[in-house]
């Protein structure tokens, strides 16, 4: 099992993170993701996958 790690993003970086995913879910799954639930989701995403993709690299 991989060890979490928090992830910090600076905020400009963190805006264009979450425009790229509610833009990837309007298209992919049509549903217009609003600001707290997009944020909620790239938390989960940085904090359950983050550590996987750091340690590949």
């Known amino acids: 099992m991989v060890k979490k790690k928090t ?4 905020e400009l970086t963190r ?3 979450l425009h790229a995913l ?5 298209k992919e799954l049509d549903v217009d993701l609003g600001n707290l639930p ?7 995403i940085v904090e ?4 996987y993709f750091t340690t590949k690299l």
């Not at 992830?7 to 600076?10: A, C, K, Q």
């Not at 509610?22 to 309007?26: E, P």
């Open 38 to 44: 997009a944020q909620f989701l790239l938390d989960f």
């Open 48 to 51: 359950e996958f983050g550590p």
């Open 7 to 10: 992830i910090e993003f600076d």
């Open 22 to 26: 509610k833009k990837y879910v309007l």
């Open 15 to 17: 805006e264009q993170l």
